[in-house]
Nanobody, 124 residues
Framework: QLPLVESGGGLVQPGGSLILSCAAS????????FGWFHQAPGKEREGILC????????HYADSVEGRFTISRDASKNTVYLRMDSLRPEDTGLYYC?????????????????WGQGTLVTVSS
């Protein structure tokens, strides 16, 4: 089984909202940092947000500032990405990632656990 299982992707109209889920198995959220990554078609994977083990959030991509945010529910061992005011350029695969560390990073190589990816398509 994958240590992180993602869900929640789908087709949404511009201006709409989605919530993506990242459920952890085999470990709890304590002492872990979680990042969310976006990979647009034909482009490199880009770190967009991170939550440290204390719940602090860092935005790495200016394009999602004020539109995307991370939350967590420790009782469900799940981290969420809420996406509002979606744009066509938000289309692509979204990955969650985790590391047993209290600190955040925007870089792929930092993370030791990865979700399988979930596809978001923003189109009329």
């Amino acid at each position: 089984q994958l240590p992180l299982v993602e869900s929640g992707g789908g087709l949404v109209q511009p201006g709409g909202s989605l919530i993506l889920s990242c459920a952890a198995s085999g470990f709890t959220l304590d002492y872990y940092a979680f990042g969310w990554f976006h990979q647009a078609p034909g482009k490199e994977r880009e770190g967009i947000l991170c939550m440290n083990s204390s719940g602090g959030i860092t935005h790495y991509a200016d394009s999602v500032e004020g539109r995307f945010t991370i939350s967590r529910d420790a009782s469900k061992n799940t981290v969420y990405l809420r996406m509002d005011s979606l744009r066509p350029e938000d289309t692509g695969l979204y990955y969650c990632a985790a590391n047993q560390n209290s600190y955040c990073s925007q870089y792929v190589g930092y993370y030791t656990y990865w979700g399988q990816g979930t596809l978001v398509t923003v189109s009329s």
